[in-house]
């Protein structure tokens, strides 16, 4: 079982940066595929940025390319999302999810919440 703890959201101004932690535990997720995703108040949950199990294979929705990063450090059992550039339409619930490669992502943080005020 993996265990997923996300931290590091808070409150910004527009144009400000912010870095997402996920933190694992119960068992290393070195060999899983790993994902943010985000949900805003009245709209369903978005696929933000993955990242491959080795860390060579990254993808990022349209609305985030060119100013977030998602990285990993499988030593520290932790993934990261660096948000820079950050404009109000960013404020959401973020979570972090792991998955088998092949499978659905299976678990899931409690999320963190990120406000963008203009």
């Known amino acids: 079982q993996v265990q997923l703890v996300e931290s590091g959201g808070g409150l910004v101004q527009a144009g400000g940066s912010l870095r997402l932690s996920c933190a694992a535990s119960?068992?290393?997720?070195?060999?899983?595929?790993m994902g943010w995703f985000r949900q805003a108040p009245g709209k369903e949950r978005e696929l933000v940025a993955t990242i491959s199990w080795s860390g060579g294979s990254t993808y990022y929705a349209d609305s985030v390319k060119g100013r977030f990063t998602i990285s990993r450090d499988n030593a520290k059992n932790t993934v990261y999302l660096q948000m820079n550039s950050l404009k109000p339409e960013d404020t959401a619930v973020y979570y972090c999810a792991a998955r088998v490669r092949g499978r659905s992502y299976d678990y899931w943080g409690q999320g963190t919440q990120v406000t963008v005020s203009s």
């Open positions: 119960g068992r290393s997720v070195s060999y899983y595929d």
